[in-house]
């Protein structure tokens, strides 16, 4: 994969962090752009000055947030570990 690809990719990303106790639920899935989940990390918003800005997308659209769900869930068992 040419190294421009991930960069340009969109992303789902977990308001409060798997590594902080917050699981795969809808509630706290997002998408950005690789970038913004890079560098967001393990950090909450606040802690890195990022805003959560879902509110300000007209109702209705999920930002494809919906779609990333169904395929997270279809490679994954039921306590969220990768499917072999
Ligand atoms: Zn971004």
Redesign the pocket.
């Known amino acids: 994969m040419h190294r421009v690809v991930p960069l340009l990719c969109a992303a789902v990303d977990h308001l409060v962090p798997v590594a902080r106790g917050r699981a795969n639920e809808a509630t706290n899935l997002r998408t950005?752009?690789a970038?913004?989940n890079t560098r967001k990390a393990d950090f909450l918003l606040e802690e890195i000055g990022m805003t959560d800005r879902s509110d300000e997308i007209a109702s209705g659209w999920d930002g494809l947030t919906g779609s990333y769900r169904q395929l997270w869930e279809s490679q994954r068992d039921e306590e969220g570990k990768l499917l072999d």
């Open positions: 950005t752009c970038p913004c």
